[in-house]
């Protein structure tokens, strides 16, 4: 055998890589169609809470065997618990804000996170920002002006921006949390503690609501509904708890920018909002921020636990 060509172990090792670089993808794919579901949703006359709460309802049941089994970090769970809580709340900024704005000004809007991880991990854990950092978080506040220009967000209101920014301010925390607190979890668990703080959260806000605007009526509604629990979390939860610490931080945010233009493509085809120049640049701008922030987040044992 050729002394320069790849052994067995190489070839098994890149082909592991490739099948976690496609199960990334796949997941941030489905991270993608979040708005296609949720104005679905919306038009069957689900409040933005419950609509939020379904979305995490599933996987907190499905994965609260893991939490059981983690329960001696008990430290770890309740930070998972507390960020779970403020993802939850976030995202019925998240709902409303789609009830207002486009997919793609919602879905860029969404895409600050890194810039409130950065506040966040300096605020909260003292960590002194990267350049790479600093550099690609002003690239992702020119991406969001590019598709949601100033005069824009002006027309659709301060509490609408604020509403839309809600999301991604808690996943910034979520991150930061993951990075500094949440190595003592097993991802599985981790991931399943953040859902289920989403569900504790969110239940007595649910439990005021009419039955009208809690339990979804018409033809498709519950297919609807169980799509939206199993494609937009569970799935692709699963997806990169597993696959996220074999690709790497820097990779794994990578694959998951496809996030973003699935949500354009949603917003085009579902809703016929047209696609411009500006949105391809806003992909582009995006991925050079994440090529220079990406491992400002180091994975250690806990994956990223998506929202």
Known sequence: MNASSPGPAHRAGRSATAIAFASIILGAACFGTLPLFARTLSDFALAPAAIAFYRFALTAVVLAPFVFVARRQWRGLLWALGAGAAMGLGWIGFVMALERLSV????????????FAIAFAALVFGER??????????????????????????????????????????????????ANRLSVLPPIAAAGAVSLGSVIILAPIIAMLPAAQLVPAGPGAMAWLLGFAVVTALVPQLLFVIFAPVLGSSKTAM??????????LIGAVAFGEPLRVAHALAILLIAAAIALSAGIVPLGKSAPVRR
């Open 104 to 115: 793609a000004q919602t879905g860029v809007l969404f895409m600050t996170f890194p810039v």
């Open 129 to 178: 920002p990267r350049a790479g950092g600093l550099v690609g978080a002003a690239l992702i506040v020119v991406a969001a002006l590019v598709v949601a220009p100033p005069h824009q967000a002006i027309a659709g209101g301060p509490i609408t921006i604020l509403l839309a920014l809600a999301a991604p301010a808690a996943y910034g925390l979520l991150i930061t949390v993951i």
């Open 255 to 264: 694959a998951g920018s496809v996030e973003l233009p699935t949500m354009f």
